[in-house]
């Protein structure tokens, strides 16, 4: 019998929340992929045709959250004057509806998600273009014009380590993280504006 569209798209949303709820109640190593099946009344050999790994559905997950943080930016612009604002905005906004998910993050950001993976995912891609996609067009819109790709390969190596610094602070609502972000940001900006003067010195 052929499933349709409809009936893996189903497949697939119960694999995630069953996934999310196991990540979120136990921790992502303590939840085998055997218990994510279970929980979502299908063989595990089923959710391998979804899913390579463990790692590839919290991706999914981080994907889905993102979305929804871009969506939201895309209708709402934040009202600040800078595309440093602008960056610190954007990715407070995605914590905070990762917050659920924090603890769990150090396994995607070690690996597939890292700037030193050898091979990144198809989920792990769709993160991150998903991700740059919109840090180049708050930049465009906030006068700064296309980001070289160093700058994007720094962004991406700040951001990633700011996010496995979040998934292990212990500090009062993670305040330390915020702090960390702010300084980075900071000295990216500080770096693309250096590049910018030196671009434009005859």
């Known amino acids: 019998m ?32 055997r218990d994510i099946a279970q929980a979502s009344d299908i063989a595990v050999g089923t959710l391998f045709n ?5 790692e590839a559905i919290i991706a999914t997950l981080t994907t889905e959250v993102m979305v929804v943080v871009c969506d939201e930016l895309e209708r709402k612009p934040p ?32 690996t597939t998600l890292s700037p030193l993976a050898s091979v990144a995912s198809r989920e792990a891609n769709s993160i991150r273009v998903l991700h740059l996609e919109t840090i180049s067009k708050l930049a465009r819109e906030y ?3 296309d ?18 610094y979040w998934a292990n602070d212990q500090s009062s609502k993670q305040e330390l993280t915020l702090a960390l972000l702010d300084q980075s940001l900071a000295m990216f900006t500080g770096w693309l504006n250096n590049q910018q003067l030196q671009t434009s010195l005859p």
């Open 2 to 33: 052929r499933v349709t569209a409809e009936a893996k798209a189903a497949t697939q949303e119960r694999i995630l929340q069953a996934a999310y709820e196991l990540f979120t109640a136990r921790g992502f190593e303590a939840t085998t992929t």
């Open 50 to 54: 979804y899913f390579e790994t463990k």
């Open 79 to 110: 009202e600040v004057e800078s595309f440093e604002e602008a960056l610190f905005y954007f990715i407070s906004s995605g914590m905070k509806k990762l917050q659920p998910l924090r603890k769990q993050l150090n396994a995607l950001v070690e």
């Open 143 to 145: 006068g700064i014009g």
């Open 147 to 164: 980001l070289p790709s160093v700058a994007l390969q720094l962004y991406w190596t700040l951001y990633t380590g700011v996010l496995v």
